[in-house]
């Protein structure tokens, strides 16, 4: 006799397990192929955050663009996925130099770009183009405005020394999204206008990178350079992470876990400063920036700030980290631009 | 090579290597579909479920020499699996946490579509459980492994399995709120 919960639990693993169509599974492929297109989960520098994304897999020619995630002194690189599956990553497109830091980035639909909902598969047409381009020159709150064709997106991505020579060999030419590189008036209200951009046909996908930058960088703490800065967030409660799983009370790091973290940290000899950072602390500073949209502060994560010497070794120190109980994630702040921070 | 294995290559000349080695290939053929269902209902999302299954049999093949027992294989590859998700979710935790999500999981409000909203929150209490228990659990009420079966694929006792599976059934009720 199997008992309710068992049945449940049967019945729930049954039906998430059923959401793969074996006739869509991706073939197994043996030999020298797969070492070539192995997937590999790794570390991509980017320049305000280090950010660990798959790399780019199996038919090469699905690879497209999906959402963003900035890299290299400029600005983004974008996560491409593949249309069955929805996740894959890593292509990136970069600002000319002399445009500066894009706050906004409209991606554009290409051909190639069966994966994302509002494209429906289709390419931008010329006139769609031409809407977008008038939509955002008319636009008060616009500063200067760039196009960046596939070519050049391709060119820059192949420049960006952040980016790791895998991703780069997985990418062509035709891979690389199309798109318009805004730089916004300071202090602009520009919300209502990426929805109504976003909501344009022949759009991608619109990112905000700005509001990016400044959520990486809220609350840490003044004077502390970011690139020497390393964020350890706790776990909390009723967080999702399967990391957590060593901590009692669902999951939410124990006082004692964040105390023996923190006298762990600051005894070591790379470490020179440390902040707490509350979940009230988090929140203000989340406030602050104006993104707390749909969260409360029980979203919060407790952290713990680090500021490491400089030349310190940044890998043995998240070495430790990793090995701390109640740890859900580690942030690096590396700069916002490979010159200066 | 030794002399001897010359010997047996030369005399079963038509019928080559096969019988030494444990077929990996077919195997994963046959398998691929559960082994890539396991990883998804650990990992939470297939991308990455269909990659640690194709990590899994590429290092399995590299090594088949190794692995001569045919009995021994499938639970040898079930445990290349859970090593792969183990790796992915440790990985995982070193993203960080503020400014970019990854993947919604297949059990995340996204995809709610794809699985009901009562299945989505017994998958979500599996998750909350400690890794072990999740992947014991898994491996019996997802593959209907027996107890012997789970502890190979786990490298643990079969008696740690059964108290496991156990333990992780009774916190799963608790959750759920209900009597296990």
Known sequence: MNSPVEERLRQALSEAGAVIDPETLRPLSAGSAVRRRRVDMRWIGVSWARVRLLIPR???????????????GVMTGVMVTS????????????LPPNSGMADLSVFLCHGDN??????????????????VQRALRSAPWVETLVFEGQREAFKNFQADDLISESVKKAVRVQDMPESFRVKIRPGADYQSLIAEVKAMPGVAQVVDSSMLRRQMTAGLPEGWPQERTISVFMCRRGGASALCEATPSERGAT???????HDTLRSLPEVANTQVETREMAWKARQ???????????????????????????ARVIKVIESLAGVERVVEHPCPTSTSC | MRLCDV??????????????????????AEHQLGLVRLALLMLGDRASAEDVVQ???????????????????????????????????????????????????????????????????VLLALQRLPRRQREALTLRYYLDLSDPEI??????????????????????????????
């Open chain 1, 58 to 72: 199996a038919s090469r020619r699905w690879v497209t663009v999906a959402s963003v995630v900035v890299a290299a």
């Open chain 1, 83 to 94: 249309p069955s599956e929805g996740t894959l990553s890593t292509a990136a497109a970069v």
């Open chain 1, 114 to 131: 069966p994966a994302l909902p509002s494209c429906g598969g289709e390419a931008i047409t010329k006139e769609q183009r031409l809407a």
């Open chain 1, 255 to 261: 006082p004692e876990q964040v105390k023996v973290a």
């Open chain 1, 288 to 314: 602050s920036i104006g993104a707390t949209a749909g969260q409360t502060p029980e979203d919060m994560n407790e952290s713990i700030r680090l500021l490491l010497h400089p030349d310190a070794d940044h």
């Open chain 2, 7 to 28: 010997e047996v290559e030369l005399l079963t000349h038509g019928e080559p290597l096969t019988r030494q080695h444990v077929d990996v290939a077919a195997i994963f």
């Open chain 2, 55 to 121: 990590e899994a049999f590429t290092r399995t093949h590299a090594s088949r020499d190794r692995l001569r027992d045919p009995d021994k294989a499938l639970a040898y590859v079930r445990s290349a699996v859970l090593n792969g998700c183990r790796s992915v979710l440790r990985r995982r935790a070193t993203v960080f946490r503020r400014a970019l999500p990854y993947d919604p999981p297949v059990w995340s409000a996204e995809s709610a579509a794809l699985v009901g909203e009562e299945r989505r929150e």
């Open chain 2, 151 to 180: 502890a190979e694929t786990m490298g643990i006792s079969g008696g740690t399995a059964r108290s496991t599976i156990a333990r992780g059934l009774a916190a799963l009720a608790k959750q759920l709120g209900e009597r296990s």
